[in-house]
């Protein structure tokens, strides 16, 4: 218990941390919702002194007097009212605004595991509706909880000055209508992570459909999607019926306990009124002031609904912002700096490679075993293995996307883990076996690897790359905006235009995941002479199924279950009759 606690401490320090920017403004907000409550009090005190004095005690030139104070209280509280929720209203906008542009800074921090466990609907849910409701916070709840509590106190003061029996009676009800809060909030904080969290869930099942929505046409799934979205949709529905069913048994209940306070004052106060302890008057002030003891504790059910739902989606926020990424920089970390420094131990990148008994473990699985070898600068290496052999581990390990679970890598003779991350990433390109494109135009996704490159460095890159070949026929050539993920171009099409990016991006260490799977014999024949082109003074990696890929590899590695299994060049590995090699050689040459 204490550690949730100190955990809440914590998530509204960091909500506070970016409230604070805005904290004169909020304070201004605050001032002026005071101001406006108090003012509250006014009109009815004024109505009861124009029952007494003017209607009953005859004195008839006040009535003007008391009329303007209401209608310039009644003025000044709309102008103070409008100005402290425009002041919310932008505060918690830009605190949105922060917070949003914070937390995806730092997802852009977070590694290749933490996005394989995070589903896309989850993450647009925290970073979209979850901010809302803090967004909401700010600028309604907030000062909504300021006002509703001012009032109740400044009616509670008003009415005992005149009268503490009456008063008294009114808040007979408070008891009852506080344990019925503790009640509903003890049940309604699950029922809101229950929602948002089968939100999420609803995001990321319409994420998924839209994203293969030409899966599911080529394979007529249209039915299957259906009822898969409709378990989630009606899940959904169910959780949410669950949560409006817990305020309406509490809701409700409280309304009633408020509105015997009507009966209360025309019995007491009549009885009061009639025995000459109170006048007309004030029975009138009391009337005007019954909204000010009724809203407050109405509006209390309300606000606690609002505050767990906050405290749910904040929660969650706070858990993304705490996360923290298990790949990180070490201390003194080499990059760029320690070069231009002129540091002796550390010289620019040659293309180096060593893998020494490496193995790597995902989720408890062993996906490679005891993996060594060694690549001079500017050699070849191609890497061949059946599928889920642990190929593109290799890729994603000298990438530093996850660290081995035993042995190392070194680049140049260094650890991978003593290089910054960035600059080691710089010095590292590669094209991923799933092409992805932003949804722009052409130039700008070749551009992306170098976004200073000029006109003619990326239609070099693009001859290279033999989107050449095609870009003529795209409405407007390099400005053509692909869809989102490259929907309008061919697979080859998208492979080739990665592959034009990773030519831009001219990284010491290239590495080629099946960059040619998706394009004809001819093109690959074309784009292994480009590979070969740009590969002069650097260290490629190409993976691949293909064993005419390899035709310009210096030598070749075979995976197979994670293991090398076979090693050495082309020739000398056609020769061994019984290898996997040998096998898919054999196999893609038969014909």
């Not at 099942?205 to 039915?223: L, P, Q, S, T």
């Not at 509490?250 to 006048?279: D, H, Q, R, S």
Request: glycine share 6%; charged share 20%; aromatic share 12%.
């Amino acid at each position: 218990l204490f550690s949730i606690r100190y955990q809440v401490v914590f998530m509204f320090k960091w909500i506070w941390s970016y409230v604070r920017k805005y904290r004169y403004w909020m304070m201004l907000g605050v001032l002026l919702t005071i101001t406006v409550s108090a003012l509250n009090m006014v009109n009815p005190s004024v109505s009861g002194r124009i029952v007494d004095r003017v209607i009953t005690g005859g004195e008839h030139n006040l009535l003007i007097k008391f009329v303007l104070i209401m209608i310039c209280c009644t003025f000044i509280k709309a102008v103070f009212r409008y100005l402290y929720q425009l002041i919310f209203e932008h505060c918690s906008q830009n605190v949105m605004r922060a917070m949003r542009q914070d937390l995806y800074a730092h997802i852009q921090t977070l590694d290749f595991s933490w996005f394989d466990k995070s589903p896309t609907g989850n993450v647009m849910t925290l970073l979209t509706s979850d901010l809302d409701m803090v967004r909401h916070f700010v600028a309604w709840s907030f000062y909504q909880i300021i006002e509703n509590a001012l009032i109740y106190i400044f009616s509670i003061a008003v009415s005992m000055q005149i009268n503490i029996k009456l008063t008294l009676a009114f808040m007979i009800v408070a008891p009852f209508v506080i344990f019925l809060i503790w009640k509903f909030k003890i049940q309604i904080r699950p029922s809101h992570l229950s929602v948002r969290d089968q939100f999420a869930v609803l995001n990321t099942r319409a994420g998924e459909n839209i994203a293969g929505n030409r899966v599911v046409k080529a394979f007529v799934r249209e039915e299957y999607e259906k009822e898969k979205f409709d378990i989630e949709n009606t899940a959904y529905c169910n959780k949410n019926i669950e949560n409006a069913d817990i305020r309406i048994k509490y809701i409700p209940a409280i309304e009633a306990i408020c509105g015997t306070l009507p009966i209360v004052l025309i019995l007491f106060g009549g009885y009061l009124v009639m025995n000459g302890k109170m006048t007309l008057g004030q029975i009138v002030t009391f009337n005007g002031l019954m909204w000010a003891f009724t809203q407050p504790i109405n509006m209390f059910g309300i606000l606690v609904d609002n505050m767990q739902r906050f405290s749910a989606c904040a929660q969650r926020l706070y858990e993304l912002h705490c996360t923290k990424p298990q790949i990180v920089n070490a201390k003194d970390a080499i990059d760029d700096m320690n070069i231009a420094t002129g540091d002796s131990q550390i010289r620019e990148f040659i293309g180096q490679v060593e893998f020494h008994n490496v193995s790597f473990a995902y989720n408890n699985i062993k996906v490679l075993k005891n993996i060594s070898f060694s690549v001079r600068p500017g050699m070849t290496v191609g890497i061949l293995g059946p599928t889920g052999s642990g190929k593109s581990t290799i890729a994603k390990l000298l990438c530093r996307y996850y660290d081995v679970t035993e042995g190392e890598i070194l680049v140049d003779g260094i650890n991978i883990r003593e290089y910054d991350l960035q600059y080691l990433r710089k010095n590292i390109g590669i094209t991923m076996q799933d092409v992805f494109l932003f949804s722009d135009s052409v130039i700008e996704n070749i551009r992306f690897a170098n976004p200073n490159a000029s006109f003619a460095e990326v239609e070099k890159a693009a001859e290279l790359a033999r989107v050449k070949d095609f870009i003529g026929d795209l409405p407007d050539g390099y400005e053509t905006v692909v869809g989102e993920r490259g929907v309008g171009l061919s697979g080859g099409q998208k492979q080739r235009i990665a592959l034009a990016r990773l030519f831009l991006a001219n990284p010491k260490i290239m590495i080629l995941d099946d960059t040619t799977s998706a394009v004809d014999t001819k093109t690959e024949e074309r784009i292994r002479k480009s590979i070969k082109e740009q590969s002069v003074g650097h260290t490629s990696f190409i993976i691949s199924h293909r064993v005419s890929s390899f035709e310009n590899a210096d030598f070749i590695l075979v995976i197979e279950n994670g293991e090398i299994t076979q090693s050495g060049t082309h020739k000398e590995l056609i020769a061994q009759q019984d290898g996997y090699y040998n096998h898919v050689y054999k196999n893609q040459n038969e014909f």
